[in-house]
DNA sequence: CTGAAAGCGCTTACAG
DNA sequence: CTGAAAGCGCTTACAG
C-alpha cells in the first residue's frame, strides 16, 4: 500500500491550481481548451503545468465526461497473422485519433466473448471493434441493444442492424473456386471453419456458386473446428484416397498452410498434384513454398474504415447504421496450378 | 449527448441500495466481500444487484481504489509473429488475473515509445510489461524511478535495476554459432538489427563468442534498420559475392526468412550451399521450405513469469527487481547442414 | 454488522 | 473571464 506514494501520478489539478494562483476549474478550462481563458492566466496556469509536470488523471476525468477515449478491440485468435495485422492497425488508428485499445482474445468461444464483453463496458470502453465469434451471440445482441458503439470487423453477422468493416466474403470464396476452375480443375474441395463462424458462410457459397456456374456436381467441404496449422493437417486426412480433388480452397491462410503440409507429407506436390488457394493475404502465404495463392483482405483500409466508423459514431456525427464492404482481391502464388492430366 | 442514456452502464450501486434497503457502503462491502455482512443483508444486495442486471463502473472504483487490473504491454511490432505470439501470451496469463490489457505498438520508435509509457501512466495502469525499443531511454528511465512496476520482456538493458524476463541471449546466439560450426563452417555471417536494440548486443556477443572459441577469424555482421522480410531480402545483399559466407546467422527468424527469399533468388540453395539459423523459434521458421534452424523463446513461460513477477509486484507481495532468464532451445529445421566442399 | 460522511481527481453548469 | 459548488460512482475510515 507504500508504493501508491510513489506510483501515482500523485501531482493533481489542485496542485496546479495552487501554483499558477487560480481556481482548479480554470486550470480545466485551459488544458481542455474549450472556453475562454485570458491569455495571462493561460499563461500562468501552462507555466505551473510545466514546472509540476502535471499529467492530468484520465480516470477521473472519464468519470465525468463518460469518454475514456479507449477502445475495446475483441478477436479470436491475435497470434493468427491475419488478426495480429489487425491488431497493428486497429491501434495504429486509434492511437491517431487519440484512443488506446485494450485487446480480447476470445479463442471462439462464446462465454469468453461475452466475458469481454462486460467487462469492456465496465472499464467504460468509448466503443469495439470485434470479430465475433458466432452468429447472433445474445451477449453481442445486449451491447448492440444497449445502443454500445460497435463495429464488426472481418466477420459479420447478416441478422443484425450492426455496423460493419468487411471484405465480400462471398466474392472471395467465389473467386477462389474461379480461378481454380479456370485453370481447369473440376474436382475442388474445400476446408472450413464451421459455419457457424460469421462469414465463412458466405465464402462457402461463393464458393458453391463458381461450380454450379461452372455445372460441377459433388462438392467436398471439410470442417475443422479449430484454426490452427495443426487443424489444418488433420483435416486433411479427408482429402486423400484414390478419388482426392486436385484442388483445394481454404477458408484462411492457415489453414491452407496446414493442409499443403501433410498433402507434401504424404507425397503430394502442390501445385503440380493438388492446387491450393487460402484467405487473408497473410505474411503466411508470401512466406511458404511454393507461395500461396489467395485471397487478399485490405487490412489497412479495413481497420481504417472501422476505426473511423466507431469514432464517428462514439462522437455522434454518424447514427444508424452501415455495412462497408471491401473487395478481395485474388493475389496469385505459386500454390495453383493447370489440374493435372 | 443524448446517446449516454443509452450507453453508459446506468444502474449504479445507490440504485441497487436503494432496491436492496441499504447503505451504499453496503452493497459496496457484499461486492467486494472484504468486510462482513449478515448473511440476510447480503442475499438482499445480491438479490438486486440480480434483478438490475447491476455492473460496477471500474472506473469509479478505480479512482478510490488506485488500482485499474489493467497492465500495458508495449511491443514494437505485434504483427511481427513472435511479439503476436507475446500478446496472446500475456493477455492469457493477465487475463486470468483479471487485469486486462492495452496494447500498445512503438515500432521501436523512442519518442512513440515515450508517449505510451506517458500515456499508460495517466490512464492509471497497474503495471507495464514492455519490450524497451533502446538501451536506456530516458522515458523507461523515469517511469522506473517513479517506482512504477515494470517488467522488460525479451529485451534487457542490463544497465538498470529492473525486473525483467527473457532469455539468455548470449547462449543463444552462442548456440546458433556453435551449431553452425559443428557442421563445419568457418565463414558465418550474421544479419543483426541495430545493436542499440536491447538483447541484440548480447545474440552478437555470443555469436563472436563461438567464433572465436573455434578459433575462427574475421566476422561478418550486418545490420538492418528495419525488422521485416523486406528488409532482410535488402540486407542479404551483402551475403553476396564471390566470398560469401557459408552460414548466416540471424538475429531473429523474420530477418532470416527474408535472407532466405534472396538467397533463392539468386540461385543459392539453403542449406546445399548456405546454412541459416534464425532466432525466436517462430511459426514462420516451421512454415518455410526447408523448415528454418532457429533459436527458441520459450514464450508461454516467459509471458507467465512476467505478469507473475509484474502482479506479484503491485500487490507488494515481492519488492525489489529480479531477472528471470530462461534458457533458449536450438530448434533444428532443414535449414541447416554441412559446409560444402 | 451497518450507515453517514468524506473523498478519489476531475468537469461543468451557475453566478458574478 | 473566473470561482465556488455540486457531482461523476465508487470505497473506506469512523461511529455506533
Same mark, same amino acid.
Given at each position: 500500500m507504500d508504493a501508491f506514494e510513489v506510483n501515482s501520478v500523485s501531482v493533481t489539478m489542485t496542485d496546479v491550481a495552487k501554483r499558477a494562483g487560480v481556481s482548479p476549474a480554470t486550470v480545466s478550462r485551459v488544458l481542455n481548451g474549450n472556453a475562454n481563458v485570458a491569455e495571462p492566466t493561460r499563461k500562468k496556469v501552462l507555466k505551473a503545468v510545466e514546472e509540476l509536470k502535471y499529467q492530468p488523471n484520465?480516470?477521473?476525468?472519464?468519470?465525468?465526461?463518460?469518454?475514456?477515449?479507449a477502445l475495446g478491440l475483441v478477436l479470436p485468435d491475435v497470434s493468427n497473422p491475419f488478426f495480429a495485422e489487425v491488431v497493428r492497425a486497429v491501434e495504429r488508428e486509434a492511437t491517431g485519433l487519440g484512443y488506446s485499445v485494450l485487446v480480447c482474445n476470445t479463442d471462439d468461444r462464446p462465454e469468453v466473448e461475452e466475458r469481454y464483453l462486460s467487462d469492456l463496458r465496465q472499464r467504460g470502453v468509448d466503443g469495439i471493434v470485434a470479430a465475433p465469434s458466432l452468429e447472433g451471440t445474445s451477449a453481442m445482441e445486449r451491447v448492440l441493444e444497449a445502443g454500445y458503439p460497435i463495429c464488426f470487423f472481418a466477420r459479420d453477422v447478416p441478422t443484425l442492424a450492426v455496423t460493419c468493416v468487411k471484405v465480400d466474403d462471398f466474392r472471395g470464396g467465389y473467386l477462389a473456386a474461379r480461378h481454380l476452375i479456370e485453370l481447369g480443375h473440376r474436382r475442388i474441395a474445400m476446408v472450413s471453419e464451421p459455419r457457424t463462424v460469421p462469414s465463412v458462410a458466405d465464402r462457402v457459397r461463393g464458393y458453391r456458386h463458381a461450380l454450379q456456374e461452372a455445372g460441377i456436381e459433388g462438392e467436398t467441404i471439410l470442417t475443422t473446428e479449430e484454426t490452427s496449422i495443426r487443424a489444418g493437417i488433420v483435416v486433411a486426412e479427408g482429402l486423400l484416397g484414390p478419388n482426392r480433388p486436385t484442388a483445394v480452397f481454404c477458408?484462411?491462410?492457415?489453414?491452407?498452410?496446414?493442409?499443403?503440409?501433410?498433402?507434401?507429407?504424404?507425397?503430394?506436390?502442390?501445385?503440380?498434384?493438388?492446387?491450393?488457394?487460402?484467405?487473408?493475404?497473410?505474411v503466411l502465404a508470401? +512466406? +511458404?513454398?511454393?507461395?500461396?495463392?489467395?485471397?487478399?483482405?485490405?487490412?489497412?483500409?479495413?481497420?481504417?474504415?472501422? +476505426?473511423?466508423?466507431?469514432?464517428?459514431?462514439?462522437?455522434? +456525427?454518424?447514427?444508424?447504421?452501415?455495412?462497408?464492404?471491401?473487395?478481395?482481391?485474388?493475389?496469385?502464388?505459386?500454390?495453383?496450378?493447370p489440374a493435372p492430366g
Open positions: 484520465l480516470l477521473a476525468s472519464a468519470l465525468v465526461t463518460k469518454k475514456t477515449k477458408a484462411n491462410d492457415v489453414l491452407a498452410i496446414g493442409v499443403m503440409h501433410r498433402l507434401r507429407r504424404e507425397g503430394l506436390e502442390t501445385p503440380r498434384d493438388v492446387s491450393l488457394v487460402g484467405f487473408d493475404g497473410t508470401s +512466406v +511458404v513454398d511454393p507461395t500461396l495463392t489467395t485471397i487478399a483482405q485490405p487490412i489497412d483500409q479495413m481497420a481504417r474504415a472501422a +476505426v473511423e466508423a466507431l469514432v464517428a459514431e462514439i462522437d455522434g +456525427v454518424r447514427d444508424g447504421t452501415q455495412r462497408i464492404v471491401f473487395q478481395p482481391v485474388l493475389r496469385e502464388g505459386r500454390s495453383t496450378g
